[in-house]
């Protein structure tokens, strides 16, 4: 006998005899056989769509791995189980377990559900993060969503996003008139606010939105994701900076009697997954944009304009009155807009000397 087969008998032994020793287990009584939760998750998303979408995919193989195949997520693309824009209410009622989509796709009947996606002008993605997971923000998410039976959790950031596809170039505010364009959330009213037409679409109706002329004009997200869709393939000039969501946090939503349920550990798994996959999705953001713009550029040429600066302070001002309408006489929305508002106060003092510091230092040395 190999000294290997002698240590797997000789471990096999040992386990052979505590099972014949209630002492060995616990003295509160033997544990349960370990149950299985079978979980079904919508998405707002195209099945394995790359970047966002592949965030809930992500989730659930952490989580069966971690778990050991005791809480199995299956993932449904957008309009498999549930139409992309109604995920919200049927998590909310516990259809199914859990969804992954973006907060303010509900502000219809949430309005202060924008403060977690992203507010015009507001917070970058690594600002996003800070708020929510150590600035306050979470707690509050967290206040706002039981309201609805629901358990936010962080679920992916894309990073800054371009401002959009156009056919015509925007020159001043008065070229957005008359624009219809696919632009959700807030930043969709600004639009209108502006002169425009904002209209929401889900990411599988864009392109051939674009190209039958049912819009004019579309935002998505940025190079990595838009060069996927082919909207250079049926708009001409490509906008930036993307006012309307400068760092949009994406959300795992959780039905509360389905996440009372799970035991601690798992419910651990899910917290602990959610949050790895938040980092990996803004990590794969940043390290494919690059590549994807120069695709759009160099091989597709496509023509990137920056939208001029008194457009974007128009925006802005829209923007500021909007959200004070948003919020209302809701006291937990004040108290929402209260933190988020003095947070980025207190990250951008800080930021002039740190993230803009470095980024014009760096540009200054290397002539950009
Ligand atoms: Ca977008």
Redesign the pocket.
């Known amino acids: 006998m190999g000294l290997r087969a002698f240590l797997v008998i000789s471990v096999l032994g040992l386990l052979a005899s505590c099972g014949g020793a209630p002492e060995a287990t616990s003295s509160s009584g033997a544990a349960e056989p370990q149950k299985i939760f079978k979980w079904r998750l919508v998405t707002t998303w195209p099945k394995n769509f790359p970047g966002m979408g592949m965030a809930p995919e992500k989730l659930a193989d952490r989580v069966r791995a971690m778990s050991n195949g005791r809480l199995d997520i299956k993932v449904y693309g957008a309009g498999e189980l549930v139409p992309a824009l109604e995920i919200f209410e049927a998590v909310s009622q516990g259809t199914v377990q859990m969804g992954h989509g973006a907060a303010y796709y509900w502000r219809g009947s949430v309005p202060a559900a924008q403060f977690f996606t992203a507010v015009p002008f507001g917070l970058s993605a690594q600002e996003m993060n800070g708020w929510l997971l150590h600035g306050g923000g979470m707690a509050l998410w967290e206040e706002l969503y039981a309201r609805y039976n629901l358990v936010p959790m962080v679920g992916g950031n894309t990073g800054v ?1 371009m401002a959009g596809w156009f056919n015509k170039e925007i020159n001043s505010l008065a070229d957005l008139k008359g624009i219809k364009m696919r632009i ?1 959330g807030l930043g969709g009213e600004v639009f209108d606010a502006a002169g425009g037409t904002a209209v929401n679409i889900p990411a599988g109706e864009i392109f051939t939105s674009l190209q039958t002329g049912v819009i004019d004009a579309a ?3 940025g190079p990595f994701n838009d060069l996927v869709l082919g909207f250079h393939q049926v708009a001409k000039y490509y906008y930036y900076p ?1 006012w ?2 400068p760092g ?1 946090n994406l959300e795992f939503t959780i039905n509360k009697a389905a996440w009372d349920e799970l035991p601690e550990d798992l419910q651990m798994m899910v917290r602990t997954a959610a949050e790895a996959v938040n980092n990996d999705v803004l990590a794969e953001y940043t390290a494919r944009n690059n590549q994807a713009l120069k695709e759009l550029t160099e091989k597709h040429g496509v023509e990137v304009r920056r939208l001029p600066s008194d457009v974007l302070a128009e925006l802005k001002r829209i923007a500021d009155d909007k959200v004070d309408l948003m919020i209302g006489d809701d006291p937990l929305y004040q108290r929402i807009h209260a933190s988020y508002h003095q947070y980025r106060q207190n990250v951008m003092n800080y930021n002039e000397l740190s993230e803009r510091a470095l980024l014009n230092v760096r540009a200054e040395i290397e002539g950009y």
Request: avoid cysteine; proline fraction near 22%; charge should be negative.
């Open positions: 996003q959700p935002e998505w997200v993307g309307q969501e949009p």
